[in-house]
Structure formats: C-alpha cells, structure tokens
C-alpha cells in the first residue's frame, strides 16, 4: 500500500523559496506535478529508486528534488520563485520502476491530496 502527504505550501513572493515534503511510505519512483488553474496538470519533477532525477525545463536549475531513505520523506526544493509557478502542487508515486515519459500524469497510480503554493509579484 503506498500512501503519500504532501506539506510545505504556502505564499511567498517572487524570487523567494519554499520547500514541499512528501510523505511517500511504500513508493519506489514519486514525482512531483502541478496544476494552475484552468491548466492541465504538467510534471515538474522525479525521483527514482536509485536517485536518478527529472525535471522540466521549466525549473531546470531552480528546483531540486531529493528524498530522504531513512524516513521515506521526498523533498522539492523550490528558489527563484516566480508567479508562474503559482499551482496546486501534488506528490504522485508507484511502487516499482519508474515509467517512461515521466511527466506523464497517467503513470502515476497514486497521488496526494495537494499542496498550494502561490507566489505573488
């Protein structure tokens, strides 16, 4: 059973930063995706089983995710906030390997509730 909790959103204004945690007990490959309102839900990042990441290019050098083993926590990372990165953030996981394009939301068979996270200008 995988079961994941997502924590750490909140407000900050543009240029700041802010770390989400996601609580993914049971979950070999988790991901990070997000949502704006009134778009569709886009990959921002993943973690695999062996630590290889993804990243859209889109936060490519200003978010990093990370986990840590022991307490089967994942992390995001988030600096150099901007407003576009104003969304409702959600942990997504699987339990075994890590599917192919990564990004895509329907590879993903369990999810969190969400965090949002908004940052103003």
């Known amino acids: 059973q995988v079961t994941l909790v997502e924590s750490g959103g909140g407000s900050v204004q543009a240029g700041g930063s802010l770390t989400l945690s996601c609580a993914a007990s049971g979950a070999s490959c988790v991901a990070w995706f997000r949502q704006a309102a009134g778009k569709e839900r886009e990959g921002v990042a993943r973690?695999?089983?062996?630590?290889?990441?993804r990243y859209a290019d889109s936060v490519k050098g200003r978010f990093t995710i990370s986990k840590d083993i022991d307490k089967n926590i994942v992390y995001l990372q988030m600096s150099s906030l901007k407003p576009e990165d104003t969304a409702m953030y959600y942990c997504?996981?699987?339990?075994?390997?890590?599917?192919?394009?990564?990004?895509?939301?329907?590879?993903?068979?369990?999810w969190g509730q969400g965090t949002q996270v908004t940052v103003s200008s």
């Open positions: 997504a996981a699987d339990r075994g390997v890590c599917w192919t394009p990564w990004f895509d939301p329907t590879k993903y068979p369990y």
């Open positions: 973690i695999g089983s062996t630590s290889v990441t």
